[in-house]
């Protein structure tokens, strides 16, 4: 039997003379029991029982008045539809006729034919702005009842269209999918997942989502003023539109290592015009979007290096998330296809890595490498320099196109030098994240003090420009 109790008979009578389904009538009794939702055959007719006399039903040999509460015994397909069954007035037919095997079936397949590879599947449900109408319509009508039978009823209460369409279809779909769960919820990222999204559309009493919206907010007297209460009878059903696949994001971490002094971070487009033939995203994104069957993707990196920079040692830190398994093919894929970039320790990571690279930005610290132009000749004793030296550079000329005017203070945490001759040296410098290395260098016309220039008493250039690592223990490291 049916969890229904005996305050419930109003709102089943109510709800059955008003033209809902079975299905329909659970929802509004606040039945959450997920098993009562899967008696397909079941559900009708011990309705019809809750309601009626069993001992005269048993000696009247006249059909149930309810067509629509009455089981088909033909029916094969886990609905509730036959010859002379009417449509729900709420549900228009999505818990009747559009929730057995044969649905389930048409998902599996077009799961299947996708070709992704996941242990866990979400099913997401769309459906028609007018059915949330049709509910509150509905909801208003059994409201008034239970309020004159002192009862309460929440409309929070009564189970959604959506949940209860999840609950019977779920179990048919993992039938025919095979060793695949089918899972109420999105969680944690821990194994891939794949997303169907199964829409419904209706032809009558077509709304906007926005006008639904204003509408379920009305009560009952200014409700019945646009709208009838109980809904009227429907003269067709809902139908199902298409089934896609959809992968949940995945999040891929890694290092990367530049050795071109002619390759920019990201495409360099100016004025519509591409300056450059390609780039480190690029380099490193197709590969990986091929191999995922991806839509698309966001990169980012732990720091923006100019185009003329190199990345040496252990590299910077990417991360990418994809809108639709690393394997050594990736791996080999991105290594070989140039020289000029290389990855490594690339792992599938958590959502909330997200975060642990953006604190990363505040925290770390990066060693750099310049070669450095004097214009004076020096000697190796000009260029003992102190530890420990604040910067207060104002915004680059280069970069104020965009980024806002602002004194950002950076510190410089140590730095050495290596003689090459009277008017060259290398400078290594361990600085707080964001220093402007160049500007540091060459003063940027006096913006930024102390400098390079101020030290040494000369005008001073940078040459050339490595970042020799970044100092943050983040991603692990994968063994070779």
């Not at 102190?386 to 196109?401: A, G, N, W, Y």
């Not at 980024?403 to 050495?416: E, F, G, K, T």
């Not at 003090?449 to 030290?455: A, S, V």
């Amino acid at each position: 039997m049916l969890p229904l109790k005996e305050k419930d008979k109003p709102i089943v009578k109510k709800l059955l003379s008003a033209g809902c389904c079975a299905r329909c009538v659970l929802r509004f009794c606040c039945v959450s029991v997920q098993a009562a939702y899967r008696q397909a055959h079941q559900v009708p007719f011990c309705c019809f029982l809750f309601i009626s006399n069993v001992s005269s039903l048993k000696k009247s040999t006249s059909k149930p008045p309810c067509k629509r509460a009455k089981p088909d015994p033909t029916e094969t397909d886990g609905s509730e539809s036959g010859s002379a069954a009417l449509v729900c007035v709420v549900c228009l037919g999505i818990l009747q006729d559009l929730c057995g095997p044969a649905q389930a079936k048409k998902i599996a397949e077009t799961v299947k034919a996708e070709n992704y590879q996941f242990d866990t599947l979400v099913l997401s449900v769309s459906l028609p702005a007018q059915l949330c109408v049709r509910e509150h319509s509905c909801w208003l009508h059994v409201k008034k009842e239970v309020r004159e039978k002192g009862l309460v009823l929440d409309k929070d209460d009564v189970i959604q269209v959506k949940e209860a369409f999840k609950w019977i279809i779920q179990g048919l779909v993992t039938k025919e999918l095979v060793g695949v769960a089918v899972v109420g919820k999105v969680g944690r990222i821990k194994t891939l997942k794949a997303q169907p999204l199964f829409t419904f559309k209706s032809k009558s009493f077509l709304f906007t989502l926005a006008a639904a919206y204003q509408l379920c907010l009305l009560c009952f007297f200014h409700f019945s003023r646009h709208y009838p209460c109980p809904p009227l009878e429907a003269s067709s059903g809902c139908t199902p539109q298409d089934i896609q696949c959809l992968h949940v994001s995945v999040f891929i971490a890694g290092r990367y290592n530049k050795f071109c002094r002619s390759l920019p971070q990201t495409p360099w487009v100016i004025d519509g015009e591409r300056r450059m033939e390609s780039s480190v995203e690029e380099l490193i994104a197709a590969p990986i979007l091929s191999a995922f069957r991806a839509d698309g993707f966001n990169f980012s990196s732990s720091g923006r290096e100019d185009v003329d920079v190199r990345t040496l040692g252990n590299g910077e830190f990417l991360l990418l998330y994809w809108m639709v398994l690393l394997t050594q093919v990736i791996y080999t894929t991105i290594n070989d296809s140039s020289e000029k970039v290389k990855v490594r320790d690339l792992q599938i990571v958590t959502r909330e890595a997200m975060s642990r690279m953006k604190e990363g930005e505040e925290e770390k610290t990066k060693s750099y490498t310049a070669l450095v132009w004097t214009q004076k000749a020096i000697e190796k004793e000009d260029i003992a320099f102190i530890d420990d030296i604040k910067v207060s550079p104002k915004t680059p000329l280069r970069v104020l196109h965009r980024r806002a005017l602002a004194i950002r203070q950076r510190v410089i945490h140590s730095m050495n030098a290596r003689f090459v001759d009277p008017h060259h040296f290398y400078l290594g410098l361990k600085t707080q994240a964001g220093t402007y290395i160049k500007e540091f260098v060459h003063g940027d016309f006096g913006r930024t003090k102390p400098n390079l220039c101020q030290l040494l008493k000369t005008d001073t250039d940078i040459l050339e420009l490595d970042v020799e690592s970044v100092d943050v223990d983040w991603p692990p490291p994968i063994p070779e």
